[in-house]
C-alpha cells in the first residue's frame, strides 16, 4: 500500500502559526483514474509531448491508451503546439517521434543527458555506443 501524501497548511487562528497536518484523501486520487477515456484524451490533447512520454511511463493504464494507434490524434495534437517541430518521418509513430525529439537517454545504455540524434538511424547515442554501434 502506498502511503498518503501529507499536506501542511499553516493555522490562522493561533498566534504563532503552528503548521496543521491534513492528510490527503486516498478516494480522491481513485476518482480521479475512474474518469470517462474521453476526458482523458481531451487532457492529454493539452500536454507537452515530453509529458506524454513521462505519462506513458507512469502506470501501464496510461501507457496502453497513449501508446495504442487510436490515441495517434492526441499526439499529433500535442505536437502542433510546437513551432518549428516537424511531423514524424515515414515508418516513425508520433509517441516514437517524441521520444527522439524530447528524450535525453541513449537508445543503447541509457545513459542520461544525450542530445546527439543520429536521424539517419533514427537513435540517440552517446559518444561511448557511438563509436561501439
Not at 490533447?45 to 496510461?62: A, G, Y
Not at 492526441?74 to 516513425?92: C, F, H, N
Request: hydrophobic share 40%; aromatic share 8%.
Amino acid at each position: 500500500m502506498t502511503p498518503r501524501r501529507i499536506k501542511f497548511h499553516r493555522s490562522s487562528n493561533t498566534a504563532d502559526s503552528r503548521l496543521v497536518k491534513i492528510r490527503a484523501d486516498s478516494s480522491a486520487t481513485k476518482n480521479l483514474m475512474n474518469l470517462p477515456l474521453e476526458l482523458w484524451l481531451e487532457i492529454f490533447k493539452l500536454l507537452h509531448p515530453s509529458d506524454l512520454l513521462r505519462l506513458s511511463r507512469t502506470s501501464l493504464q496510461f501507457r496502453s491508451v497513449l501508446m495504442s494507434r487510436s490515441s495517434e490524434m492526441v499526439w499529433r495534437v500535442a505536437r502542433s503546439d510546437i513551432p518549428k517541430l516537424p511531423g514524424p518521418p515515414p515508418g516513425l509513430s508520433e509517441p516514437a517521434w517524441a521520444n527522439l525529439a524530447f528524450d535525453s537517454t541513449c537508445h543503447f545504455c541509457s545513459r542520461t543527458g544525450i542530445r546527439r540524434i543520429d536521424f539517419l538511424f533514427r537513435v540517440r547515442t552517446c559518444g561511448a555506443c557511438t563509436k561501439n554501434q
